[in-house]
């Protein structure tokens, strides 16, 4: 559906023969002796009709915004699902927008696309083509949706810029570019820092990316694991944000050389947000990330994550064993550590010990002990593994095994009568028990520790405003067919205000879980190769990512391009 409501064909300007007050009454939204006290109203004002019924509250403004379009022949705009255009927002103050109700919607050639209340002030829309040298295109908006849509649309740009300009009139020509009274409290910068991660926590983004480039400074925000351009800003901001984040973040200002890891609490709306910082040099200069992680987020539940009533079955039966080793497997960012603590959340913490060793504490949850990586003070995930052993644990979540030390103490620790959870790098449930060998642990006693391993991967959700129907592309297609995909209707999301105009809201995981069976460990200790593991896994009943990712496009609640990008695993992966 358009983001524009058509009405019958007519030129801008061109009303039908009927008054507006015709249209009203035949409507049925005013009686006779109404209107008639309007329009005496009116002509004693001297306003437009429609402002002096909204004013006595005669009509809704829904209602008259229908009634209007008609009468003006001018389509209506639904701002849930427009997409409002940077470029046509620069054409346009936020201060004269708002004070004429007014909002560029998007630009096309040399046609402005603009919203607004009244499509019959001629004059303003003479003074918009003056003001923009562009040909004006109305379309009918109501008040309340136009005032909310400019304070969204305007908010990010409008207070950079504005910071941006100040910051380039205090700028010393042939000034070294880094001073220390850049980051002072009202400085330019410090606002802008402040705007850039307001409106990132408010767009759901997971992180904020600040990267100079040859000739500008581009902000890109991670949302629902894919980068979305945010803004762009002039090269000489780069040196001064980085100092100002890294100041905040007690990170040495002065070494631009070394990479640099740090952490920011702050408040965002009245939200306590914790930001774990990262710096590196590059070519243009230092490249800055900030992750933003709400400290008031709950822990998810198991069966909030996207699981298959079967798969939940089984990893829940895992996890809920008094002892043994459990693997978690994925590529970065593939939702390892939110799964973990799912699982953890699942154990009764008031009869057990649980504890965590993690690099770094990522959310902190009551009833757990966790231990934070600290490398200056010696503690290792080896060393602090082995201290969390002398006291008496009942579960341990090793944030990741990264070694054949911490391997063996994680192997040690299961086998003496702990569950024992953990990640590790790998591209599917068989090839972290590989891993695991690789590693130098004897087979026999993986397969004696290890009970099972979960391999998940994220995919985006489509989002439930704007889903249609649509028909894939060809290549997309014959890799469904190739998974063994024999559906015939598919969905994807058009885009809308509530999903950012991206299509998808959130994620969902997609995984496969691998119990060690007897049968399983008779092949791991005879030297089997992954693939014989993989077949007896899938003969047992294991669901693999690719028919896990399957069934999400089947339930329509993501598409096949979405797995495509998430759940590649190469060719010799069964499906």
């Not at 609490?265 to 590196?280: E, F, H, N, S, Y």
């Not at 995909?485 to 995981?509: E, Q, W, Y």
Request: aromatic fraction near 4%; charged fraction near 25%.
């Amino acid at each position: 559906m358009s983001a524009v409501e058509q009405q019958p064909a007519g030129r801008f300007g061109l009303r039908q023969e009927k008054r507006l007050g015709e249209l009203l009454l035949e409507h049925g939204l005013l009686t006779a002796e109404q209107l008639e006290t309007a329009l005496a109203e009116q002509r004693r004002q001297r306003r437009p009709l429609g402002q002096v019924l909204l004013a006595q509250g005669m009509v809704d403004e829904k209602a008259l915004a229908g009634v209007l379009s008609l009468h003006f022949n001018v389509p209506q705009i639904d701002f849930s699902r427009a997409r409002i255009e940077k470029d046509a927002l620069a054409l346009i103050p936020e201060s004269y927008a708002r004070e004429h109700t007014i909002l560029p919607i998007r630009l096309e050639k040399d046609e402005l696309e603009v919203a607004t209340t009244d499509p019959g002030d001629l004059a303003l829309f003479a003074e918009l083509k003056v003001l923009t040298r562009k040909r004006i295109k109305p379309v009918l908006g109501v008040k309340s949706q136009i005032d909310l849509a400019i304070t969204q649309a305007y908010k990010l740009r409008t207070g950079v810029d504005r910071h941006v300009r100040s910051f380039e009139e205090t700028l010393q020509p042939g000034a070294p570019s880094r001073r220390l009274a850049e980051v002072r409290q009202d400085a330019p910068v410090v606002q802008i820092v402040d705007l850039i991660i307001a409106q990132g926590a408010e767009e759901r983004a997971s992180d904020i990316h600040i990267e100079p480039q040859q000739d500008h400074l581009r902000v890109r925000f991670r949302i629902d694991g894919v980068l979305h351009d945010a803004t762009k800003l002039p090269a000489t901001l780069a040196a001064p944000i980085a100092s100002r984040v890294k100041l905040l973040a007690n990170l040495d200002i002065v070494d631009r050389r070394h990479s640099q890891d740090g952490q920011i609490q702050t408040t965002v709306d009245g939200r306590p947000l914790d930001i774990r910082v990262g710096t590196i040099e590059t070519i243009w200069g230092e490249k800055v990330v900030l992750r933003l992680l709400e400290r008031s987020r709950s822990i998810l539940g198991l069966d909030t994550l996207g699981f298959a009533p079967a798969s939940l079955q089984t990893f829940r039966s895992l996890v809920r064993s008094p002892y043994g080793m459990i693997l978690v497997t994925g590529p970065t960012g593939s939702g390892k550590t939110t799964t973990l603590y799912a699982a953890l959340n699942e154990l009764n913490r008031v009869e057990q010990n649980v504890m965590t060793i993690e690099d770094p504490v990522e959310y902190t949850f009551e009833g757990v002990n966790q231990i934070q990586i600290n490398r200056l003070a010696g503690i290792t995930f080896a060393n602090g593994l082995r201290s969390i052993l002398r006291q008496d644990p009942d579960a341990i979540l090793v944030g990741e095994i990264r070694d054949k030390e911490t391997a063996e103490i994680s192997v040690q620790s299961a086998l003496t009568g702990h569950l024992v959870l953990s990640s590790l790098h790998a591209t599917d449930a068989v090839g972290a028990i590989y891993r695991f060998l690789e590693m130098g642990i004897e087979s026999f006693m993986v397969s004696s520790a290890v009970t099972g391993v979960l391999a998940q991967r994220l995919v985006r959700r489509l989002c439930p405003e704007c889903v249609v129907p649509y028909e894939p592309a060809p290549e997309e297609f014959e890799f469904y067919r190739a998974i063994g995909g024999h559906g015939i209707i598919f969905r994807r999301g058009t885009g809308c205000a509530f999903c950012a105009h991206t299509g998808f809201h959130g994620r969902m995981g997609v995984f496969e879980v691998l119990r060690i069976s007897d049968a399983i460990k008779r092949l791991l200790v005879r030297d089997a190769p992954p693939e014989a593991l993989r077949q007896r896994a899938i003969a047992e009943g294991m669901t693999t990512l690719k028919s896990s990712g399957l069934a999400k496009i089947d339930e329509g609640v993501t598409t096949i391009a979405e797995v495509m990008r998430s759940v590649h695993l190469g060719e010799d992966s069964d499906a």
